[in-house]
T-cell receptor
Framework: GDSVTQMEGPVTLSEEAFLTINCTYT??????LFWYVQYPGEGLQLLLK?????DKGSNKGFEATYRKETTSFHLEKGSVQVSDSAVYFC??????????FGTGTSLTVIP | EPEVTQTPSHQVTQMGQEVILRCVPI?????FYWYRQILGQKVEFLVS????????KSEIFDDQFSVERPDGSNFTLKIRSTKLEDSAMYFC??????????????FGEGSRLTVL
């Protein structure tokens, strides 16, 4: 069945470090891919998305490219800030109305 | 900005008791969902709801679970007889409006259920 596998956490980085959180997927057809973020005490919020192969989603300095050949959608940011500390979830939607999430990766950025 | 709201934020209950978790989706959204996350595990799909009926459900969503949209604004999840393993964070989400479907799910802040 459809599923998402993302990098285990927790991840701890110093401010201004480079971030990569790996995400790979399994799906039939052509899914849309998403990264959601959950800040402490809040619900999940959409961070970025890509709906077809080679699309790059970007928002708030974060980027992820839909790679069909490697079935991946890795999240990257060139220089993290303390305010980026949160839990990040990779997700896919394969049939429009059904979403599958990864386990979440907790990121802590220290000054 | 419109948002999905959930109540209660935290509920503690005894095993075997009934629990109702409430959600107010974004108005004019058409698709409604419940997900849950057991501590340290994946966000798991429970059920989706469209056009006043369940459109899809997972194997987790057994006869102990039910959903209802009683009044056109609320969307509730009922667990009839809670078990210890029902302890989790339950998220409500909604999607889609009448002007087009962006594909984005909008989530509430979650309701933490603790079953003792």
């Amino acid at each position: 069945g459809d599923s998402v596998t993302q990098m285990e956490g927790p991840v701890t980085l110093s401010e201004e470090a480079f971030l990569t959180i790996n995400c790979t997927y399994t799906a039939t057809g052509y899914p849309s891919l998403f990264w959601y973020v959950q800040y402490p005490g809040e619900g999940l919020q959409l961070l970025l998305k890509a709906t077809k192969a080679d699309d790059k989603g970007s928002n708030k300095g974060f980027e992820a490219t839909y790679r069909k050949e490697t079935t991946s959608f890795h999240l990257e940011k060139g220089s993290v800030q303390v305010s980026d500390s949160a839990v990040y979830f990779c997700a896919l939607s394969a049939r429009g109305n059904q979403f599958y999430f990864g386990t979440g990766t907790s990121l802590t950025v220290i000054p | 900005e419109p948002e999905v709201t959930q109540t209660p934020s935290h509920q503690v209950t005894q095993m075997g008791q009934e629990v109702i978790l409430r959600c107010v989706p974004i108005s004019n959204h058409l698709y409604f969902y419940w997900y849950r996350q057991i501590l340290g595990q994946k966000v798991e799909f429970l059920v989706s709801f469209y056009n006043n009926e369940i459109s899809e459900k997972s194997e987790i969503f057994d006869d102990q679970f039910s959903v209802e949209r009683p009044d056109g604004s609320n969307f509730t999840l009922k667990i009839r007889s809670t078990k210890l393993e029902d302890s989790a964070m339950y998220f409500c989400a909604s999607k889609g409006d009448r002007t087009g479907d962006t594909g984005e799910l909008f989530f509430g802040e979650g309701s933490r259920l603790t079953v003792l």
